[in-house]
């Protein structure tokens, strides 16, 4: 299979494009960087086409473009975002957003036995923190289990999040895991991210890197997660960066800060009150949404129904219907811009324990086979496919589409699938 890719990252002060050609097993990279956060706008483009002059590939040949989706600074997100969507709507083809945290982690020689944290300067003695796990030994096609994804945290509390949630990662991966760090807030802030003598340091994996984005982009190219370039869009944990003015007059003096990390999230039970919002939400992330109505019913008939809030904002929500022997979970949301910051997986564990502490085997539900991002959701916390519902779902114009059906027992201790 051939497949020539190009891949773009400027989350950081870095301004990298990588061109990946795959031709029979043979991989070959190519690179180009530049130092300079104030030029990448002007940079990429050249660099790129310096690439494929170099490898007598006309843009008309590429298969894919690929960029660094952050988080990171907000310009050079920006950026490389904008600059893979003109390349691929110019030359039709599909785009591969790829969590920059991700691409530092690939960087790392670990082992399944590693924990690999990534911490990332956000400024502010804030970083973006993210931890993955290698499933097998370090390869171009690692399988990857992420543990955390992208999320904002104070430099002070790294440290001790990371140890608190040290067992649950281990209970995950079914084996005692050790932290391995990589990213540039390890030296950026020293002093408040101190940390144990037994925790390793991963050598030189300090940012990401053009070539480790099209690495991994090869690999969401081989199991078909291209997006439309319309629906490419950077990866945002920081909601904003400054106050208000009318903010600044309450007192709300210095910058936003990130949110205390330790303090639990806990969903609250579902009320008439929710709805407006509830509803609102579905409508935003569902192509065939629930109505009021369906809601309606699901209170009224006793099924567990949760919400999740941010700052009071709603952020998700989930409803389950409790059989004899399992749980069925009806609906799960979270709201598109709070994607990837480990809020899906809280309701899911929160649904996990209440069918748990009513004595229940296991949790089973729906998902369509399109919706790849939420199988592969699914997958990484232990749920395996056990059947098909035909025609189950309703799709474009007039049609029906099939419903993988997936379960989780709790007395299996295998997690996902190979």
Known sequence: MELNLLALETSSSRCGVALLRAVDGRLDIRV?????????????????????????????????????????????????????????????????????????AAEVAGTPADAIVVALDARMNEVYLAVYRRRDAAGEDSVWDTLQAPMLIAAAEVVPWTAHHLPNWSAQAGQPLEPLLAGDAWEAYPADM?????????????????ASVARLARLGWLRGETVAPELAAPLYVRDKVAFTTAERLRGEGGNPKAQPSLAPQIPQAMTQADL???VALEAHVQSFPWTRGNFTDALAAGYGAWTLRREGRLAGFAILMFAPDVA???????ARDLHRQGLG??????????????????????????????????????????????????????????????????????????
């Open 194 to 210: 101190r940390c144990p003598a037994q925790w390793r340091r991963a050598g030189d994996a300090q940012r990401p890197q053009a």
């Open 328 to 334: 069925h979970l009806l609906v799960i949301a979270v």
């Open 32 to 104: 180009r960087e530049h130092e300079g956060a104030q030029e990448h706008a002007e940079r990429l483009l050249p660099m790129a086409d310096e690439l494929l002059a170099e490898a007598g590939i006309p843009p008309s040949d590429l298969h894919a473009v690929a960029f660094g989706q952050g988080p990171g600074g907000f310009t050079g997100l920006r950026v490389a975002c904008g600059v893979a969507q003109g390349m691929a709507l110019g030359l039709g083809i599909p785009v591969l957003p790829i969590v920059s945290h991700q691409a530092v």
């Open 276 to 278: 407006d919002e509830v």
């Open 345 to 418: 997986g809280v309701l899911l564990d929160w649904c996990e324990q209440q069918a748990r502490e009513r004595g229940l085997e296991g949790l089973l539900l729906e998902v369509r086979p399109s919706n790849t991002s939420a199988i592969s959701f699914y997958k990484r916390h232990g749920y395996l496919q056990i059947g098909v519902r035909r025609a189950y779902y309703p799709a474009e114009k007039g049609g029906r589409e099939d419903a993988l059906v997936m379960q989780k027992r709790f007395g299996d201790t295998g997690g996902g699938p190979a």
